[in-house]
């Protein structure tokens, strides 16, 4: 899903699947190979986020399975969801202070029209991102140079230490372009003058085993497989994403036939689905939906730190995970989710009614009504309108009233650019295996997408923090940085987690090879029918 | 199509002649949630708001629709969901009534350019689809109950301006007005006394069928988001909720049998007023 420039007054904000991994069924022992090929097309229903079809624009859930179908990084991630394998780049290295890293490309690699991919592709690729200031450019926010030595090498400098950085190269908005074909259809790296994003929606420049054949927004994603891809070739000649917007219809679509995979199965729908051809599993995620609180925006001058202290303490968080999903889900005591580099030992966050009400009366809050404008949305089977109602229903019981306000997304973001919102609801999935994205983007580094939704001062401790862990290389001592920062994060409360949902995965039964990966949500090249 | 206007049947003592069958029905019906409106809170089984239960429980005897999402009974909110409805259409009708029969009456009485534009303005309005005007207008407006019933009001008085102007037309062309005019009578007397009082009938007649597509139309406007506010518990919000919801039935199936019952009795009982009142080939 979108929600806007990262510099712009329109932010884009994101929400991408990361989760651990799944198998449905049997996974095909060969993983992506072609020995299970089949001529019918495979058919996902799944509602769509696209925001755009531009690599260096796109970002959204279905924009990173999109791009790792199409284009592809230079390096990839294995099933484990932890261990960095060869894609494009044959190897890579790192210097001892982390500022310069150097791959080698595979000078096997070549475009699906038959140009190989070369270090002035990267080059190319990665200013690009940077220089459009699109969502995505933050991952790209470190590079401060990029030498291209030869065909096949490619030099990175940074501005900064960053231990981070190889996850973030492995994020699929990392992906390479051609740039030769780019460039010819008007794409630039300065905002101003690149005119290439409306042939990016018909066309595709990409290395990766499939090939963009046609998009119809609102309709349908169709994918052609890249029959002359350079590696182990895609199973399914085609690949359909219809636009299916909701967990009961993508069921009734599943059941009947109509679809081989049905993206956004809530726990309700999945009740009573399995068997009669149709597998469903449910594994926890990394996925989260958040309350938001933000005191610099227009109407929200009273959520000082002590109120919106009191508006953590108020929420019953158990009872908004049975409202939203059924049970099917965990608490998250901060925004980097369970399972992230430190989040070991945070204390789950807890209802005490009393002392919210003993906070609100020292502030001298009574009878405070506050707007909540949110998407009207339903992400992960969290149907925001009744998460809100609970939210509502728990800080009315301290004197908090809540004005719900539903709007379509584009009014949303439209809102929080030009005035914030005191009160919203949103998702986040990461973008890479590492714990510094959400730092980047919820912490309040000046420039944050929270800093500046928020409105709130810049916390100097906070970037402090991160500029340590970028630059420390042992695991374990970077992990209680970003414990520490996490903890700062639950500190500020202007993000407050509410459910870290489940993630369910329904398939017809002879698919097979379905996971969820922690860069690309969905994998299409590692599956098969058989 | 009839210019003929009969006068009013004298209704005999006791019921009506019309209060009969269907129509009576439909008023029994309409006084029930009528009656179930103004007193609901005072008897409400259960806070409509509140999470009462275990979310998503099917019909039983403590809940007798079930509960919802969040817990809330599901049958308190139907009923706490007239009280958003009816009076929202009760609104719209009357105000539609009151803005059509001024400029119907004026339109056709004055005639002339006056008419013209007036009734240029009137077709334009009724140019566009009643529900695909009132979502525009809602979502100028912004979301909520009360831009939702002054769209609806746009949109439907017009149907009223050009009912009246052709009852108002027929009826001037008789000779009594033709007399007091003749004999200096106000335009506004002759209006008020002499003609209004022979071309209003079928325009309540026809508010009467309207109400319940106005029930229906409010709740339409809430089920995409433009009308009744969460957590309100109006009926087309509800629905929407249910559809989230599609295998819990139940949550869906109260507010729409409650839609059913009101749109079906107020239909009833236009019927029976159009049959009564003969104004058939009119309406």
């Known amino acids: 899903m979108w929600l806007g420039n990262r510099k712009g ?68 991630l294995a099933k484990d969801n932890t261990t960095l394998v060869p894609r494009l780049a044959t190897k890579w290295e790192g210097n001892a202070a982390q500022t310069e890293f150097t791959f080698t490309l595979n000078p096997k690699a070549k475009f699906s029209d038959g140009t190989p991919v070369t270090s002035a592709d990267v080059k190319f690729s990665w200013e690009r991102l940077q220089g459009l200031q699109a969502s995505s450019s933050y991952l790209v926010s470190t590079i401060k140079s990029i030498d291209t030595p030869d065909a096949q090498t490619v030099k990175v400098t940074l501005s900064q230490a960053n231990s981070a950085f ?64 350079w590696g182990t070739k895609a199973n399914f000649p085609e690949v359909v994403m219809k636009q299916t917007a909701d967990a009961v219809t993508q069921r009734q679509q599943l059941e009947a036939g109509s679809v081989d995979i049905a993206m956004q199965i809530s726990n309700d729908a999945a009740k009573g689905m399995n068997g009669n051809g149709v597998v469903v599993s449910q594994v926890p995620s990394f996925n989260f939906v958040y309350l938001a609180l933000s005191p610099g925006a227009k109407g929200g001058e009273k959520l000082t730190p002590k109120v919106r202290q009191a508006i953590r303490l108020a929420l019953d968080y158990k009872g908004l995970i049975d409202a939203t999903v059924g049970g099917a889900g965990q608490v998250q005591p901060s925004p980097i989710p369970n399972g992230f580099a430190g989040t070991a030992g945070l204390a789950a966050p807890a209802q005490d009614v009393a002392k919210a009400k003993s906070l609100l009366a020292e502030e001298g809050v009574t009878d405070l009504t506050l707007d909540a404008t949110f998407p009207s949305l339903n992400v992960y089977g969290v149907d925001f309108t009744t998460a809100m109602q609970k939210v509502q229903t728990d800080l009315k019981a301290v004197g908090i009233t809540l004005q719900l306000n539903p709007v379509e997304i ?91 949902p489940n993630l369910f995965l329904a398939a017809r039964s002879d698919i097979k090879g379905l996971y969820y990966s922690a860069c690309c949500n969905l994998i299409i090249s590692d599956l098969s029918r058989g | ?136 207008i809602t979502a100028s407006l912004g979301p909520g109950v009360r831009n939702a019933l002054i769209a609806m009001v746009l949109v439907w008085w017009p149907i009223y301006a050009r009912l009246l102007r052709a009852q108002v037309i027929a009826v001037k062309q008789r000779e009594y007005v033709e007399s007091a005019e003749a004999i200096g009578v106000k335009r506004f007397t002759i209006l008020r006394r002499y003609i209004l009082p022979m071309a209003y009938t079928p325009v309540l007649v026809n508010a009467t069928m309207d109400f319940g597509q106005v029930v229906l139309l409010t709740a339409s406007l809430s089920f995409i988001g433009l009308g009744a506010r969460p957590p309100s518990p109006e009926w087309g919000a509800m629905i929407t909720e249910g559809a989230t919801q599609f295998y819990s039935w139940w949550i869906a199936t109260a ?20 049959d009564s009142f003969d104004v058939k080939g009119v309406v």
Not at chain 1, 33 to 39: F, P
Not at chain 1, 58 to 69: G, H, K, L, N, V
Not at chain 1, 173 to 182: D, F, P, Q, R, T
Not at chain 2, 258 to 273: E, K, R, S, T
Request: glycine share 8%; charged share 15%.
């Open chain 1, 9 to 76: 007054a329109t932010r884009r904000v994101v929400a991408v699947g990361l989760a651990g991994v799944l198998l449905l069924g049997a996974c095909s022992s060969s993983g992506g190979s072609s020995s299970g090929s089949t001529d019918k097309a495979l058919l996902i229903a799944r509602s769509m986020d696209i925001n755009s079809l531009d690599p260096s624009r796109a970002y959204c859930d279905t924009c990173q399975i999109y791009m790792t179908a199409v284009y592809e990084t230079l390096i990839g």
């Open chain 1, 166 to 229: 190889l996850a973030q190269v492995n994020a699929s908005y990392l992906g390479i372009m051609n740039s030769k074909v780019a460039i010819a259809q008007g794409a630039t790296i300065d905002p101003k003058t690149d005119k290439a994003e409306p042939w990016f929606l018909a066309n595709s420049a990409g290395s990766g085993p499939f090939t963009l054949e046609k998009y119809q927004s609102g309709a349908e994603l169709r994918l052609k497989r890249n029959d002359s891809y």
């Open chain 1, 410 to 500: 584009s009014v949303w973001a439209d809102k929080i650019g030009k005035d914030g919102i005191p009160v919203t609801m949103l998702y986040f999935a990461p973008d890479h295996t590492d714990s510094s994205q959400y730092v980047q983007y919820f912490g309040l580094l000046k420039g944050s997408q929270w800093q500046t939704w928020a409105r709130t001062d810049v916390s100097q401790t906070q970037t402090d923090l991160l500029t340590k862990a970028f630059a420390e290389q042992d695991a374990t001592k970077r992990a209680d940085v970003y414990k520490q920062l996490a903890e700062s994060m639950v500190a500020d409360d202007v993000i407050i987690p509410v459910v870290n």
């Open chain 2, 1 to 136: 199509m009839t210019d003929v206007i009969s006068p009013p049947r004298r209704l005999r003592r006791g019921r009506p002649e019309w209060l009969r069958g269907p129509a009576l029905i439909g008023v029994v019906v309409i006084a029930v949630w009528v009656l179930v409106a103004l007193t609901v809170p005072l008897w409400s089984p259960y806070d409509p708001l509140a999470g009462v239960a275990p979310r998503l429980q099917g019909p039983n005897w403590h809940h007798l629709m079930g509960t919802d999402q969040l817990g809330r009974d599901v049958f308190t909110r139907m009923l706490w969901g007239s009280r958003t409805s009816l009076p929202v259409a009760f609104v719209v009708i009357v105000s539609s009534v009151i803005i059509g029969t001024v400029v119907g009456a004026v339109a056709g009485y004055r005639g002339g350019w006056i008419d013209a534009v007036l009734m240029r303005f009137v077709d334009i309005t009724m140019a566009f689809p009643p529900i695909l005007l009132a979502m525009a």
């Open chain 2, 255 to 274: 507010p729409g049998l409650a839609i059913l019952l009101v749109v079906l009795a107020f239909n009833y009982v236009g019927d029976a007023l159009r």
